[in-house]
């Protein structure tokens, strides 16, 4: 059985908590980081019932796509559903994680999972992140560039689309002079010193800036390293929401929509209509999708699919791009397969289990004879 602590870490190394978007709360939520966990379910959402089925099948941890806490929490009594369910899993030692935009904003989240359902070969983000890349600029002699360079590639530095071990080498000349009291690597005690370095220029994603400082300074062998870390302005291409693929070949509207529908099981489905034309570049975002329709018709999309969409935003796609409203929850329902399927795969002799009782809210009525 592992360790709360253990898969926390594993899926904020997975999953990144810093790729959520600001007004989310993604995390562990509640509990005890030392604690074993004997079995997780996993969850859209977590109410009281939920929390009681958790009890039930002996799961000490819920996962759950949406968090069960946004907001300041402020009193703990039994008011609202979201206070009773919070009160069962504390009383009854259940721990929360709740995986949600840092899922949603990964290429391999369920974005990832509704393209390979849909056989969207997937290409791009649609809306990359922007200010989450820095550079590094270190000054390290030229017998240890090989070493420090190789670490921090190892640690996520150096990597830009498809492409990784980037980075940029220019040779100089440093200078310093050891002050009382230093121990220098090179040089004598209050003597100039020049010295062959070689300059190394990487980017890195924010979120590993402390991990890159750590490595930087167990791999370089002066003193006082000296190094500069600057923002940048470059979108960051390896997350961020909804993403941008293709299909094999060209199919018609009537096609896709077919095949969506029976993908996900769908007794109807909302659309506007785009241009009516074949259709082959796809645009997806799980959940609430209606913030990116701009950015799906600029990327050159012929059809964007999402969940929760407003009259307005079918108006504001209609005739210019075929946006398809699958609903929330079944655009969302794949979280589960997904988090179980990686749960098996990197930790053995650990169950987890879907949550049966939590299901859509949201019922279609299909009258009979109509
Ligand atoms: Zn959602």
Do not use: W
């Not at 008011?79 to 259940?94: G, H, M, R, S, V």
């Amino acid at each position: 059985m592992p360790l709360l602590k253990e898969l926390v870490s594993y899926f904020d190394s997975k999953f990144p908590t810093a790729f959520q978007e600001n007004y989310d709360n993604s995390g562990l939520l509640y509990g005890d980081l030392n604690q074993k966990v004997t079995k997780a379910l996993v969850t859209i959402d977590i109410n009281l019932e939920v929390a009681k089925e958790a009890k039930i099948k002996g799961c000490n941890l819920i996962i759950s796509h949406h968090p069960l806490v946004f907001k300041a929490v402020k009193s703990f009594t039994t008011n609202t559903e979201q206070e009773k369910a919070l009160i069962f899993c504390i009383q009854n030692d259940i721990s929360i994680l709740c995986l949600h935009t840092n899922v949603d904003n990964h290429p391999e989240g369920i974005n990832g999972m509704l393209a390979s359902m849909l056989q969207v070969e997937q290409n791009s983000i649609l809306k990359p992140f922007n200010g989450f890349l820095k550079k590094l600029a270190v000054f390290v002699p030229e017998a240890h560039a090989d070493t420090l360079r190789s670490a921090l590639f190892n640690t996520g530095a150096g990597e830009i689309g498809k492409y990784d071990f980037c980075s940029y080498n220019t040779a100089g000349l440093g200078t310093f002079r050891a002050g009382k009291g230093s121990n220098p690597f090179v040089g004598n005690l209050g003597e100039i010193h020049t010295e062959q370095e070689i300059k190394i220029e990487v980017i890195f994603p924010s979120h590993l800036q402390s991990a890159i400082v750590k490595v930087l300074n167990d791999n370089h062998p002066y003193e006082e390293v000296a190094y500069d870390i600057y923002p940048l302005d470059n979108k960051y291409s390896m997350a961020g929401a909804g993403l941008l693929g293709e299909l094999g070949k060209k199919i018609s509207p009537e096609l896709f929509l077919n095949q969506i529908a029976r993908v996900f099981d769908l007794k109807a489905l909302k659309y506007a209509a785009g241009t009516g034309n074949d259709l082959q570049k796809i645009a997806i975002c799980s959940g609430s999708g209606a913030f990116l329709i701009e950015d799906a018709i600029r990327a050159g999309a012929d059809a964007y699919i999402t969940g929760d969409l407003k009259y307005h935003d079918f108006q504001t796609a209609s005739g210019r791009i075929l946006c398809i409203d699958i609903g929330h929850y079944e655009s969302e329902i794949v979280f589960n397969n997904l988090i179980i399927d990686i749960l098996n795969q990197n930790f053995y002799n650990f169950a987890a289990d879907k949550s049966e009782c939590y299901i859509n809210p949201v019922c279609v009525f299909s009258p009979i004879g109509v």
